[in-house]
């Protein structure tokens, strides 16, 4: 795989880029233990995951363009409790994960799923963090290790500031509805697929892959 350069233009961000996997993490809104409290501990010790709903989406090149070419979806039982603050984010309450798998049980299918595609994601630190702390937490690197370089990652918040320095904030319901994408599904409650379909969106129409409405440019 050709690796995406960060400081590309947005334009040309996806140029050498064949395949690339958004993905998006629902967590459970507790922080992980810090890095020195992890290595302390006894191999015995046993810590509660972060993340609860893990939603992927692929994209191929076709042409001049890009199609959508598969998802992957899955719950996850952190073995921990949801903060009630992060409920009323994504509305995964814990009795919902009790017969989920573990992340230990799905890592690689989510591995194989990413293959050797560039990652994209909104604030592409928090799930890179999540990620690397379940595959910690699982047995398959040390606490401080990153399972992806971060040239691996496209994100797309970072791509927004740049294209659009006069908007300060960036979230991702800003960047969807200055870019015109419909985030009404979000309105109830977050999801892991859909922001991951969001987030793919935001992507391709930054890149100038697909259309944003002309009056949008004044």
Not at 137 to 149: E, L, T
Not at 168 to 177: E, G, K, T
Request: aromatic letters at 10%; glycine letters at 6%.
């Amino acid at each position: 795989m050709t690796r995406p350069t960060p400081s590309a233009p947005a334009s040309a961000i996806l140029d050498n880029v064949a395949r690339f996997v958004a993905i998006d993490f629902e967590m459970t809104g507790h922080a992980p233990p810090s890095y020195q409290k992890l290595e302390r501990a006894s191999r015995f010790a046993r810590f509660p995951g972060v993340i609860i709903e893990i939603g992927a989406v692929a994209y191929c090149r076709q042409e001049n363009g890009f199609v959508r070419a598969g998802e992957y979806y899955s719950l996850v039982n952190p073995d921990g409790p949801i903060s009630p603050s992060a409920i009323q984010v994504h509305g995964i309450k814990t009795g919902r994960l009790k017969t989920a798998p573990r992340f230990k049980e799905i890592a690689d299918a989510l591995l194989e799923f990413i293959a050797d595609s560039a990652l994209v994601a909104h604030s592409y630190h928090n799930d890179r963090d999540a990620l690397d702390y379940e595959l910690a937490r699982a047995g398959r690197q040390g606490w401080r290790d990153h399972h992806y370089p971060t040239d691996r990652f496209i994100c797309t918040q970072s791509l927004f500031q740049r294209a659009y320095p006069d908007r300060r904030a960036s979230s991702l319901d800003i960047v969807c509805d200055r870019l015109w994408i419909d985030r009404s599904d979000r309105f109830a409650a977050h999801g892991a697929l859909l922001d991951a379909e969001l987030t793919s969106e935001a992507l391709l129409k930054i890149a100038g892959l697909l259309p944003i409405r002309s009056h949008e440019a004044a």
